[in-house]
């Protein structure tokens, strides 16, 4: 990191999931990390593998053998993180629909490259026709089946989480118990600094910050947004969440933002409440979710009355709270 040598701050920075990963630590007990940082990149790394969605990878495995309609094994670890997507895939009522994998491949997101053209309107009715839900996913004795063939699973919206919590449930064990583990602005907060964690949410049409947050002890805050992927068509904006219902990028969002206390849960909500548009309300009520921020994509900014006593707003805007 770039701290002078005698802050109390120590930074360590690496790759993974697409994504740079920051984790900041504070206090005495960062001077000993070292080997639980390794340990925490290693995982990371690991996990990177273990699920991509395009490159050879156990999720792109077990992709294959559910196309075949084979009772395929799946490692308990990510038997584990199935169970948790399926939960929170219907407390969402379906918005949060890791099975959309194939459409994603349709869109051609499938890709290290983004798109240049947008499917034709005939390959997204087709796919909708068959939609694949995670409802249509057993899970059972290690092992995973579906008898819609075109089911394969996307953990794009909910790796980050899970990954995030893991290095903070490593962190803990290890006694540190004052630290950041952000992974491209979505992270989570645990303890406290010498004053309390300040976090800032990225302006989805600016450069710069939106509104800050000081957090308190162990919050996750992620983000959904329509700029993070995205690529332009005829003179229209194409991103990377996709609406189950209409096989199209979720409209007239920009960006959302949840508080909450895991990761994993956050990372699947923000998706979810995206995709929700302006009926995000519901949405946050059936998940459990109190505090949210979202930005509309004519500018427009909304919030709970919980996320309205914690923000701090560092532009000028006009927020409406939203009960
Ligand atoms: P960000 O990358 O902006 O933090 P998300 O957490 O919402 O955004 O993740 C977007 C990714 O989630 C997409 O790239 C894709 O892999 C996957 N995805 C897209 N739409 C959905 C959806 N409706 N439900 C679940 N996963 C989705
Ligand atoms: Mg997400
Ligand atoms: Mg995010």
Same mark, same amino acid.
Not at 79 to 108: C, D, H, T, Y
Not at 231 to 258: C, N, Q, W
Not at 316 to 321: D, G, I, Q, R, T
């Given at each position: 990191g770039c701290q002078p040598a005698e802050s109390p701050l120590l930074e360590r920075r690496f790759i993974a999931l697409g994504t740079i990963i920051d984790i900041t630590l504070y206090g005495a007990e960062a001077e000993q990390a070292d080997p639980v940082l390794?340990? /925490? #990149? @290693?995982? !990371? *790394? $690991?996990?990177?593998?273990?699920? *991509?969605?395009? #490159?050879?990878? @156990?999720?792109?495995?077990?992709?294959?053998?559910?196309? @075949? +309609?084979?009772?395929?094994?799946?490692?308990a670890e990510l038997m584990a993180v199935l169970k948790q997507a399926r939960a929170l895939n219907r407390s969402?009522? +379906? =918005? !949060? #629909?890791?099975? /959309? %994998?194939?459409?994603?491949? =349709?869109? +051609? !997101? *499938?890709?290290?490259?983004?798109p240049d053209s947008v499917p034709d309107n005939d390959t997204i009715a087709a796919w909708l026709a068959g939609r694949p839900r995670m409802t249509d996913l057993a899970l059972?004795?290690?092992?995973?089946?579906?008898d819609n063939p075109r089911l394969?699973?996307?953990? %794009? &919206?909910? &790796?980050?989480?899970?990954?995030?919590d893991r290095a903070i449930a490593a962190l803990r064990a290890a006694g540190i118990d004052n630290a950041i583990v952000n992974a491209g602005g979505d992270l989570r907060a645990i303890g406290a600094r010498d004053r309390p964690w300040r976090i800032g949410i990225r302006h989805p049409r600016a450069p710069g910050v939106l509104a800050s947050i000081a957090t308190r002890n162990d919050e996750s805050i992620f983000t959904s947004g329509d700029y993070e992927r995205y690529f332009e068509f005829e003179g229209k904006r194409y991103h990377h969440i996709i609406d189950p219902r209409s096989g199209y990028p979720a409209r007239d969002t920009a960006s959302l933002t949840v508080i909450h206390s895991e990761a994993a849960t956050a990372d699947a909500a923000a998706t979810a409440l995206f995709v929700a548009g302006d009926a995000w309300? $519901?949405?946050?009520?059936?998940? +459990? /979710? #109190? $505090?949210?921020? @979202?930005?509309r994509a004519d500018g427009t900014v909304e919030m709970t009355p919980a996320m309205a006593e914690r923000i701090r707003f560092e532009t000028e805007v006009e927020p409406v709270v939203v009960l």
């Amino acid at each position: 990191g770039c701290q002078p040598a005698e802050s109390p701050l120590l930074e360590r920075r690496f790759i993974a999931l697409g994504t740079i990963i920051d984790i900041t630590l504070y206090g005495a007990e960062a001077e000993q990390a070292d080997p639980v940082l390794a340990a /925490i #990149e @290693r995982d !990371f *790394h $690991r996990l990177h593998h273990d699920w *991509h969605a395009w #490159e050879d990878s @156990r999720l792109t495995a077990l992709n294959t053998a559910l196309q @075949r +309609g084979e009772h395929a094994p799946v490692p308990a670890e990510l038997m584990a993180v199935l169970k948790q997507a399926r939960a929170l895939n219907r407390s969402s009522n +379906g =918005l !949060f #629909e890791p099975a /959309i %994998g194939g459409l994603m491949a =349709l869109w +051609g !997101f *499938h890709s290290n490259d983004l798109p240049d053209s947008v499917p034709d309107n005939d390959t997204i009715a087709a796919w909708l026709a068959g939609r694949p839900r995670m409802t249509d996913l057993a899970l059972e004795n290690g092992q995973a089946h579906s008898d819609n063939p075109r089911l394969q699973l996307d953990l %794009g &919206a909910f &790796a980050k989480g899970v990954a995030v919590d893991r290095a903070i449930a490593a962190l803990r064990a290890a006694g540190i118990d004052n630290a950041i583990v952000n992974a491209g602005g979505d992270l989570r907060a645990i303890g406290a600094r010498d004053r309390p964690w300040r976090i800032g949410i990225r302006h989805p049409r600016a450069p710069g910050v939106l509104a800050s947050i000081a957090t308190r002890n162990d919050e996750s805050i992620f983000t959904s947004g329509d700029y993070e992927r995205y690529f332009e068509f005829e003179g229209k904006r194409y991103h990377h969440i996709i609406d189950p219902r209409s096989g199209y990028p979720a409209r007239d969002t920009a960006s959302l933002t949840v508080i909450h206390s895991e990761a994993a849960t956050a990372d699947a909500a923000a998706t979810a409440l995206f995709v929700a548009g302006d009926a995000w309300p $519901r949405t946050a009520a059936d998940m +459990g /979710i #109190e $505090r949210v921020l @979202r930005v509309r994509a004519d500018g427009t900014v909304e919030m709970t009355p919980a996320m309205a006593e914690r923000i701090r707003f560092e532009t000028e805007v006009e927020p409406v709270v939203v009960l």
